[in-house]
């Protein structure tokens, strides 16, 4: 079954509230983001995050190149877009790095940290939903992570000040919060043109849920980790 | 740095006080294994774990072969556990749909279904582990599988009765247990003569862990999924 | 040994000198291209290459993007190259098929189409070299691929008349010529910055040399299939 | 369309008549096949051979696993064939070692040695037909590798007596002979079970012929980089 234009927005819509969903209860319930609201944020805390955020960094541009590159039956326009975020997200866990040392971490030692059980259970999943499965799903993790600052903004705010941080320190999340705003825009474009079917937005959803939960268990595991 | 056998079997040792902790903590804690202990066992819930045993164990044959496929720089004695290995895993899944259908299960539906997120993320663990990283470290895996009967016997014996099992609808519990008797053997002797260094045998510890841990969070799940 | 920039340039010029060679070597005794260049060339044999074209074109991009999601240990610079590159290389194989409509063939029937055994050949040649072995490698395919015009330049001169074809008809090849001597001048840029060993070198020159004689296999193969 | 089993006869009896005639027409036309014999063969062409055979047989077990590691919707009977038969064919590198150093030759030198640009043309085709395609057409290379010695073994008595090889000098050799005179039928099995449809013997054959064909480009290099 084909769905109209019209079902599609439906299906998207849907999509929407039920990411709100989602991070109200994330936000209201996990309890390193409910800390991280009302005390202080810690610069080894930051640095974990960071640390872990280097790690899975690394894996996105080749993760979703590989839809790609292993997809048949995808739409020219689909694969083209693969690529070329790919290309969009190759070497940004440059800017982490660069983060890490701008307060004062050594970057060899992170560059040969292992990443924790959490945050390598994320990049095999994404790894495989890339590879198998609905060629779309992908689409459901980058539609949450490109619009991720419209969630934790407030968290970020409080970080910067807490850690008086300058924007120069912070280029990871500066340069994401920019690029990503025309990113979630492209990646719900993206969606309506080719999720065609209700199994389709089936499977984007259900990889949105889950990429977003196994990184609040990365998350958690973070917290667990640093105290 | 190269171990001698007695270091490496002083290692073995400590992987299995390990795994000891951590099963005595499972059993202590994870609240659908308690309630298999202490109440009767619904044969909804051994279906629907039937259910998801069905969509990993059609992985494990794959990415055990797998390592044998991809990994270079490994002993010819290793590789051909590698393949040996996943010649006998092959078909286990057709036990699994076999002892559902004994209990009156649509084997049709079972076999279009999707598995829970939970089951995902664990397969594709195992393949990501399998694909990647120091190719020894999927005996961490194996190396609580092949044993888990020693842990899980009691929950296996009530379940049988709760339910009524003669041997013939059980064919998946009972073939792995007979079967993984001699497998653990196999596996122990198989890390003791590749797990060389002590880095060998903590990628095998970190697999060993994060492969149960996924797997009793894939029992959760089919824990609040069934309820 | 890691060479100079001076050092790369007289590798580089070395290659040029020996691609040269090669082409010299081809031009004058491929039966198929001596032909080409002195009687006139038929509908059928350009449709059998254009459909041939369009096969591997097809894995053009697919491939090029692998070496960017496989390979460890490569700069950002070259990662970023591999998945751009492979971004402008999505959906050439459309071009073919418009080509192959503009001349009056039943698309449908070239899609269902399967490839001639040195077609597929060289397309798996293609994955191989990208997939494995020295990452920079694949840049001896585009080193060659990027700047056939230059060689056979006078054959599509000939090619174009003889069969009275329009510009409109001809996409794939005009495209190509426009936008290859872009990318011969950035592939040129890439192989000095990134291929640093006598090593690399090597392995981009030994990739030329195959790729180029697996697609002069092709073009013969397209001439015996053909006649 | 189900093909029948006395159709699959049909079909395999064929495909026997096929090989039957590619190899009249290898033996008879291919120059170092002919010279083979009938002139002395020399110990270096011998050991350039077995450093061929050496670089490909590496990779048999592993593309042979591939098969069942990717394809879906096979059958647990060919699954469990692929996962045995890349077990079996494990390690056979090392007796192509043996043989290398039982007539002289530096092994430390084979195993850094690069294979020919032919050998890895081979090895890339059988890596991508085991991973792509109809899931059966890897059997069109064993059926052909495994009932090789019909064919070759006057050249192997000629080669033993040239070179006075004893038996021990020859594992290779002697050991596949053996092992593959039980291959051939198993394979002739597996096929007549698998084979169901025109589609998967038109694979099988198109794999045998180019693989084979493959596998002779291979020598007539070794001929050409002997000489």
Redesign the interface.
């Known amino acids: 079954m084909q769905l109209s234009l019209v079902q599609r927005e439906e299906f998207l819509a849907r999509l929407t509230t039920n990411l709100n969903k989602q991070w109200e209860c994330i936000l209201s319930e996990n309890s390193l983001l409910k800390r991280m609201q009302s005390q202080p944020i810690s610069k080894e805390l930051y640095a974990q995050y960071m640390i872990e955020t280097f790690h899975y960094t690394k894996h996105n ?3 979703q ?2 839809v ?3 997809a048949s039956n995808i739409s ?1 326009g689909y ?2 877009f693969c ?2 975020h ?2 969009e997200e ?2 940004h866990e ?1 800017m982490a790095l660069h983060d890490l040392k701008a307060i004062g971490i050594d970057i060899a030692t992170v560059e040969q940290s ?1 990443p924790l ?1 959490e945050t ?2 994320l ?3 994404l ?3 890339s590879a198998t499965g609905n060629p779309v799903q992908r689409l459901g993790y980058s539609f949450w992570a490109e619009s991720v600052y419209g969630y934790i903004s407030p968290i970020l705010t409080k970080l910067r000040s807490d850690l008086k941080l300058i924007p120069s320190q912070m280029t990871f999340f500066i340069a994401h919060s920019d690029i990503d705003a025309d990113h979630a825009e492209e990646v719900k474009k993206v969606m309506l043109q080719n999720c065609r079917t209700p199994e389709d937005w089936a499977a984007v959803e ?1 990889v949105m ?2 990429s977003l ?2 990184t609040v268990q990365m998350l958690t595991a973070i917290d667990c980790f640093h105290s």
Chains 1, 2, 3, 4 share one sequence.
């Open positions: 541009a080749r993760n190149a590989l790609g590159v292993v020219g694969q083209k690529m070329e790919a290309a190759t070497g440059y292992t059980p390598e259970t990049i095999a999943y790894y495989y939903i259900r849920t889950t939960n196994l």
